[in-house]
């Protein structure tokens, strides 16, 4: 992967993000940090297919053959059982908004290697489908490791949620937001734990390919581990995040891309 430096301040792109300060490394584990650069919508001439030519840096999401979000079709997913569950390190820390851990959340291992988390964000609808289907949310956890040398130096946790009772720690998040009377600043909001957005992160199922930062610079080498548990979230919820980002888009989610003859891994402890 080109080597990027991370900014003194990361603008996070989509609904709202979480930030983890934790430490410095040449490989970028942000997204864009100017929104305005780009949009979902194709009729705006800066659209999913024309992101590529927006900028030469951004070159990787026309040109790219690993390229995310993907249909993961689980009839043809590699079964591969007992592996062990996905490790997942992480630990309370102070939350601010807008929004930041502002100490290190842990990490989790993926064969041998630590990656460490910096941000969360949330796409609606879902970016990535099953067997054709897309979902109502879906929140990415981005992982990076240290070493710059490591042949995959992103890791990103996806976890899918369709419409039913109202997710638990969105309900907390949310809460603290509207308290703020929709102005989003910065405002401690105590120790919150990265579990929460799902103590079943490790679940019993996930998929995993190789794959790409799903917005510019659509960076590839990343290890996608995407669960199968599907959660729950209300309507309320994901209106509420969608009024949050003030883009004025009613989605944020790329288009699926061609698969390319990767294969798709199912880790089962079944």
């Known amino acids: 992967m080109k080597n990027r430096t991370i900014p003194a301040f990361i603008h996070v792109l989509l609904i709202f993000s979480a930030l983890f300060h934790s430490h410095s490394t040449s490989v970028s584990a942000q997204e864009v940090e100017d929104e305005k650069e780009f949009s979902y919508s194709e009729e705006s001439g800066k659209g999913p297919s024309q992101w590529g030519n927006i900028k030469k840096e951004w070159s990787d999401c026309k040109t790219g053959k690993i390229q995310s979000p993907i249909d ?81 130096n992103l890791a990103v946790v996806g976890l899918l949620y369709k419409y039913g009772k109202p997710d638990a720690f969105l309900s907390k998040l949310l809460g603290n937001i509207s308290a703020t009377n929709g102005q989003i600043h910065e405002k401690p909001l105590g120790f919150v734990d990265p579990t929460h957005i799902d103590i079943r992160m490790g679940g019993k199922a996930y998929y995993r390919y190789i794959g790409s930062l799903t917005v510019p610079p659509c960076t590839e080498g990343v290890i996608w581990s995407v669960q199968k548990q599907v959660k729950q979230v209300s309507k309320e919820q994901v209106h509420a995040i969608r009024v949050l980002v003030h883009d004025k888009a009613e989605e944020n989610a790329r288009p699926v891309q061609p698969l390319n003859q990767r294969e798709v891994e199912l880790y089962s402890l079944i």
């Open 72 to 152: 993961i079709l689980s009839r043809k997913a590699k079964v591969i059982k007992n592996p062990g569950r996905l490790e997942m390190l992480y630990k309370p820390t102070e939350l601010i908004l807008q929004i930041h851990w502002l100490k290190s959340a842990g990490s989790i291992k993926i064969n041998g290697t630590e990656y460490f988390l910096q941000q969360a964000h949330w796409h609606s609808p879902s970016e990535h489908a099953i067997d054709g289907r897309r979902y109502a949310l879906e929140v990415h956890l981005v992982h990076q490791a240290k070493d710059p040398k490591v042949k995959h």
